[in-house]
T-cell receptor, first 117, second 112 residues
């Protein structure tokens, strides 16, 4: 399957600071990437869809000014959590959409565990 | 929008037994149904998927069935092994569209 990397794997930051998370497709080009948030023992919640060269599409209830997404190239999308607060602590996972021949599939990055103190 | 429900939320089976996880969806336009396995602290991994032009798909010990009329699909794991222990998520979406809608997950525990 396609390989998606994410960096950093974990980060601890102080309240009020910003954190950038990178999502890379390593062996393919991804015009579309997705950012999810996952709380402990819960499902994946789609935050936004990131399209290369255009603005991200945010899901209802997700603040676009707080969660800045930039998809500047076909292999890189970034999520910046601005002015982070403890309630932003979560597991953030990106995925990339790949066309497999019979249709699109999604492959996930390893996730970034964010802790805001 | 699409609503995916998944049952059970937890499932314990003896090693060697079969495990079945069921999902229902609401949007009749959905035609792509992947299943993901997520081990603790790791990424969800695609283990099998089915598209609406088939009713069943099998890959070694795992199989997925789809009933489009009833809008439900199921994951079947036979001859379970301890390494099958994980959280399994079903999802539904449309081929070519962006969004996948995920179920709430099933925590499978295989008891040696």
């Amino acid at each position: 399957g396609a390989v998606v990397s994410q960096h950093p794997s974990w980060v601890i930051c102080k309240s009020g600071t910003s954190v950038k998370i990178e999502c890379r497709s390593l062996d393919f080009q991804a015009t579309t990437m997705f950012w999810y948030r996952q709380f402990p023992k819960q499902s994946l919640m789609l935050m936004a869809t990131s399209n290369e060269g255009s603005k991200a599409t945010y899901e209802q209830g997700v603040e676009k000014d707080k969660f800045l997404i930039n998809h500047a190239s076909l292999t890189l999308s970034t999520l910046t959590v601005t002015s982070a607060h403890p309630e932003d602590s979560s597991f953030y996972i990106c995925s990339a959409r790949v066309f497999s021949g019979s249709g699109y599939e999604q492959y996930f990055g390893p996730g970034t565990r964010l802790t805001v103190t | 929008g699409e609503n995916v429900e998944q049952h059970p939320s937890t499932l314990s089976v003896q090693e060697g037994d079969s495990a079945v996880i069921k999902c229902t969806y609401s949007d009749s336009a959905s035609n792509y149904f992947p299943w993901y396995k997520q081990e603790l602290g790791k990424r969800p991994q695609l283990i099998i998927d089915i598209r609406s032009n088939v009713g069943e798909k099998k890959d070694q010990r795992i199989a997925v069935t789809l009933n489009k009329t009833a809008k439900h699909f199921s994951l079947h794991i036979t001859e379970t092994q301890p390494e099958d222990s994980a959280v399994y998520f079903c999802a539904a979406g449309q081929t070519g569209a962006n969004n996948l809608f995920f179920g709430t997950g099933t925590r499978l525990t295989v008891i040696p």
